[in-house]
């Protein structure tokens, strides 16, 4: 069986290359012999080949590139200048090759990649490589500075990286629910501060593609798209853990933040397979991450559509595939009630959380007002009836102490300790990392300092 070839080399080799290819006995047939990367990307939507060679200088080279090529059913293998060869492994392919190496090399590689399991039965190849970790050092990191301002200003660069703490792995939670303002990114925010209350390193990111707000609701004076150029940053290989460090803000309370999009119709600025690596890399960064997402989620794409077609929701369905834990947000009134109850089965349907992830339940505002005199009870049972949801979190209504933090851009730790809304926040940090200060104990200290 000879499998065709799709060739974008540069320079004088590339003839060397197709004589060889095209030997007898070498299993392999030129196929295409491409100018540029679009016409490589051209011929294996329309199935000419199963194996392209590509310089990886060849402009618009990168992940999202690899993922397409592989989305088609082609393998890649990068041929890269000795300088680059790093950066180019990050970027998903199936083999890196430094192009000093003799063209025989190179022949080797590709018939290697036609004989791979799924290059050989014609099936599709994974789309999402894992990178190695540490591919690029300090000084291949995101620029300072581009054309759209999403790097750091001068002067205002975060800290170098420290690192995640010994210990269990780093984990990521992934803050959702319905639409209907159930105080997603109030949550998330509440629950970065107080894991980072506890001693854990964490890390926020503002993943919300709709109505991001995290930099708002902190009061940071932050005007640039920190997510942006982490994601610019991931497509080219050059995202490792001091380059995301560097994009971040450090908050009053030790937590970092990843500032989110400036305006939502740069959605189209996080493709899934740069989020693949920033996930990663906030693994490597903190202990836990935690990513305030938007509601929606459209139906999940594959094959040609994943890799061709911008999703609108692409970083809010990234971030729930990735999450060790699913936080799901609803309000605790009839209406987002209902729309919770809807929201946990189209999760469910879609397959979500991932095999191994866990499911948190998180009933938002509740009060007395609008669920009845016993408000968390019928919440409870509501959930339970209905959802088939026995340990949801309730988190009691407190107008007055969530307006405060607004208005001052601190967290509800910060403005009311003694807050029930706080405590209650407090004890599913606890609950998340195991450090487990009894319930009781807890609010009776609460209550001492707000007596105080």
């Known amino acids: 069986m000879t499998t065709g070839v799709l060739v974008a080399v540069r320079g004088p080799r590339e003839a060397e290359l197709v004589q060889l290819a095209d030997a007898r006995g070498t299993g392999l047939r030129v196929v295409r012999r491409c100018a540029d990367l679009a016409e490589v990307l051209a011929a294996a939507v329309a199935g000419l080949g199963a194996v392209a060679v590509v310089s990886g200088d060849l402009e618009g080279m990168d992940r999202t590139a690899v993922a397409r090529l592989g989305a088609a059913g082609v393998r890649t293998v990068l041929l890269a200048p000795p300088e680059d060869v790093e950066r180019c492994r990050a970027l998903g392919a199936h083999a890196v090759l430094d192009a000093g190496t003799p063209v025989a090399d190179w022949l080797t590689t590709v018939q290697a990649a036609a004989a791979s399991e799924a290059g050989a039965d014609g099936g599709p190849v994974p789309t999402a490589r894992r990178a190695p970790r540490a591919v690029a050092g300090a000084d291949g990191a995101a620029p300072a500075g581009d054309a759209s301002g999403d790097a750091p200003p001068d002067g205002e660069a975060s800290p170098d990286a420290d690192g995640a703490p010994g210990g269990p ?89 990843l500032p989110g999009l400036t305006r939502a119709d740069r959605w189209r600025e996080l493709p899934a397979s740069s989020l693949e690596v920033i996930w990663e890399r906030a693994r490597e960064l903190a202990a836990w991450t935690v990513v305030d997402t938007a509601a929606g989620a459209e139906g999940a794409l594959g094959g040609l559509d994943a890799a061709y077609t911008p999703r609108r929701h692409q970083a809010t369905l990234s971030a729930l595939e990735a999450a060790d834990v699913v936080l799901v947000v609803g309000a605790g009134e009839p209406v987002g009630m209902h729309r919770l109850v809807v929201a946990l089965a189209e999760l469910a349907e879609r397959g979500l959380p991932r095999p191994g992830a866990e499911r948190i339940v998180l009933v938002n505002r509740v009060r007395a007002s609008a669920a009845g005199p016993r408000p968390e009870e019928s919440v409870r049972e509501a959930l339970a009836r209905f959802a088939d949801v026995e340990d949801a979190v309730v988190v009691p209504d407190d107008r007055a102490a969530a307006d405060k933090a607004l208005l001052t851009g601190a967290t509800l730790r910060e403005v009311s300790p003694a807050s029930p809304a706080r405590i209650a926040l407090a004890e599913l940090a606890d609950r998340l990392s195991g450090s487990g200060t009894p319930r009781r104990r807890r609010r009776r200290a609460a209550r001492r300092r707000g007596r105080d």
């Open 169 to 257: 792995a780093p984990r990521i939670v992934a803050v959702w629910g319905p639409r209907g303002a159930p105080g997603r990114t109030t949550v998330a925010v509440a629950l970065a501060a107080e894991l980072a209350a506890a001693g854990e390193s964490v890390l926020l990111v503002d993943a919300d593609t709709e109505a991001p707000s995290v930099v708002q609701v902190l009061g940071l004076l932050e005007e640039s798209a920190g997510i942006a150029a982490a994601a610019r940053a991931a497509a080219h290989g050059r995202l490792d853990r001091a380059a995301l460090a560097r994009v971040c803000r450090l908050t009053s309370e030790g937590f970092r933040v």
